[in-house]
């Protein structure tokens, strides 16, 4: 079946220091690829997405490119901020499953401190 | 706000009870998917309706039941709750179905005691 695997953390910076959270996928088909946040206390936000290989998602300073040759979507911010604190998910969406349910890598919970 | 609506936000009850938890998707989605975040399972999919219809199940346990209803609603039963139920449920909607963004829902967090 279809499986995410994101970096464990949890993951502590600096305010202003660079942000990679790599993530790996295995699919039958052609996935879409997602970053979702979780706040504290909150539901998940998509964050940014890509549906085809070389696709760049961006969106409030992420990014992430879909990298079919590598089975990657790597997370990168090249400054965080203390907002930036929260919870990551990588997920995949892919049609071999029968449906388009989100696969959902465990999270890698981030903290930036000032 | 993605506008997928929950109720309630928090539950509370014993085990071997029934609860219904309730969702409402964003205007015009016809496609709604459930959800079970846990700390030892982490996020994983239970179901999918689209326009009333069950179009996909996944890990949901036989005691699990869902609907949506032709207000394109939907509801998850969980019956004869254990303390392992305890858990964040979220509902999340999309357009179609067919690969486009889901948007979810602030979630039901439910603790068995």
């Known amino acids: 079946g279809n499986s995410v695997t994101q970096m464990e953390g949890p993951v502590t910076l600096s305010e202003e220091a660079f942000l990679t959270i790599n993530c790996t996928y295995t699919a039958t088909g052609y996935p879409s690829l997602f970053w979702y946040v979780q706040y504290p206390g909150e539901g998940l936000q998509l964050l940014l997405k890509?549906?085809?290989?070389?696709d760049k998602g961006s969106n409030k300073g992420f990014e992430a490119t879909y990298r079919k040759e590598t089975t990657s979507f790597h997370l990168e911010k090249g400054s965080v901020q203390v907002s930036d604190s929260a919870v990551y998910f990588c997920?995949?969406?892919?049609?071999?499953?029968?449906?388009?349910?989100?696969?959902f890598g465990k999270g890698t919970k981030l903290s930036v401190i000032p | 706000d993605s506008g997928v609506t929950q109720t309630p936000k928090h539950l509370i009850t014993a085990t071997g009870q029934r609860v219904t938890l309730r969702c409402s998707p964003r205007s015009g989605d016809l496609s709604v998917y459930w959800y079970q975040q846990s700390l030892d399972q982490g996020l994983q999919f239970l179901i999918q309706y689209y326009n009333g219809e069950e179009r996909a199940k996944g890990n949901i346990l036989e005691r699990f039941s869902a609907q949506q209803f032709p207000d394109l609603h939907s509801e998850l039963n969980l019956s004869s709750l254990e303390l392992g139920d305890s858990a964040l449920y979220f509902c999340a909607s999309s357009v179609s179905g067919v690969a486009d963004t889901q948007y979810f829902g602030p979630g039901t967090r439910l603790t068995v005691l």
């Open positions: 997920a995949s969406s892919d049609s071999g499953a029968g449906s388009y349910q989100l696969t």
């Open positions: 890509a549906t085809k290989a070389d």
